[in-house]
T-cell receptor, first 109, second 116 residues
Framework: GQNIDQPTEMTATEGAIVQINCTYQ??????LFWYQQHAGEAPTFLSY??LDGLEEKGRFSSFLSRSKGYSYLLLKELQMKDSASYLC??????????WGAGTKLIIKP | TAGITQAPTSQILAAGRSMTLRCTQD?????MYWYRQDLGLGLRLIHY???????GKGEVPDGYSVSRAITDDLPLTLASAVPSQTSVYFC???????????????FGEGSRLTVL
C-alpha cells in the first residue's frame, strides 16, 4: 500500500533550527511536496523536490533521497509565526498526491 | 486576488439532508480537487476533475458527487449526509499540462461541516 510517515508533533525554540522528517512508500514517484498549514487555515505550498538533493528557499530547505524514500524539511532561525502543521505529500505514478497526517510544530520563546 | 473561494465557511446539517459545497477559482486552472481533512489523518481525496466535463473518484468518494460544467467551478454534493461526513472540506486547484499534474495545489479556506 501507499504510506507517508511523519512525526505527529515537534517542539523547538525560537531562533533555533528544526528538521521535520518524512518517509514515503508509493506506487511510482513523481515528486515530494511540503505544505504549511496554520491552525484553522488552508495549506500553502512550501517546496517541491523530484531530484535527489537539497533545495534551499530562504529560511526553509527541503531534502530528498529517492533511494531511501526519505525527505526532510529544515527550518532555520525559527520564528513564532512558524508554529503550524507541516504536511508531507508524495505524488505517485498516477500523479495523485498521498498525504501524511502532518507534523504540528510548536515554537517556544 | 480571490484565488479559490469556498462557501459556506461552516454549516451544521441534519443527518439525511442534502448539501452542496461550492468552490470557484479564478485562475483558469485545469485541475480541481475536493479533499476532506480529519484530525490525525492526512488530507484524503474525495473527487477530482482534470478538465471541464470530466471527473474522477479519489480515495473516499462514497456519499459524495461532483460535476464540472465549467472550468471555474467544482461543486461537491452530499446527497444524504451522515455523521461520518463531519469534517473540514478543502477545495484545491492546480495548473496541469499534458494530462500530468506537476504543479502546486492552491487551496480554498475550507468549509467546516457538522452532521448531526
Amino acid at each position: 500500500g501507499q504510506n507517508i510517515d511523519q512525526p505527529t508533533e515537534m517542539t523547538a525554540t525560537e531562533g533555533a533550527i528544526v528538521q521535520i522528517n518524512c518517509t514515503y512508500q508509493t506506487s511510482g514517484f513523481n515528486g515530494l511536496f511540503w505544505y504549511q498549514q496554520h491552525a484553522g487555515e488552508a495549506p500553502t505550498f512550501l517546496s517541491y523536490n523530484v531530484l535527489d538533493g537539497l533545495e534551499e528557499k530562504g529560511r526553509f530547505s527541503s531534502f530528498l533521497s529517492r533511494s531511501k524514500g526519505y525527505s526532510y524539511l529544515l527550518l532555520k532561525e525559527l520564528q513564532m509565526k512558524d508554529s503550524a502543521s507541516y504536511l508531507c505529500a508524495a505524488m505517485d505514478s498516477n500523479y495523485q498526491l498521498i498525504w501524511g497526517a502532518g507534523t504540528k510544530l510548536i515554537i517556544k520563546p | 486576488t480571490a484565488g479559490i473561494t469556498q462557501a459556506p465557511t461552516s454549516q451544521i446539517l441534519a443527518a439525511g439532508r442534502s448539501m452542496t459545497l461550492r468552490c470557484t477559482q479564478d485562475m483558469r486552472h485545469n485541475a480541481m480537487y475536493w479533499y476532506r481533512q480529519d484530525l490525525g489523518l492526512g488530507l484524503r481525496l474525495i473527487h477530482y476533475s482534470n478538465t471541464a466535463g470530466t471527473t474522477g473518484k479519489g480515495e473516499v468518494p462514497d456519499g459524495y458527487s461532483v460535476s464540472r460544467a465549467i472550468t471555474d467551478d467544482l461543486p461537491l454534493t452530499l446527497a444524504s449526509a451522515v455523521p461520518s461526513q463531519t469534517s473540514v472540506y478543502f477545495c484545491a486547484s492546480s495548473d496541469s499540462s499534458g494530462g500530468a499534474n506537476t504543479g502546486e495545489l492552491f487551496f480554498g479556506e475550507g468549509s467546516r461541516l457538522t452532521v448531526l
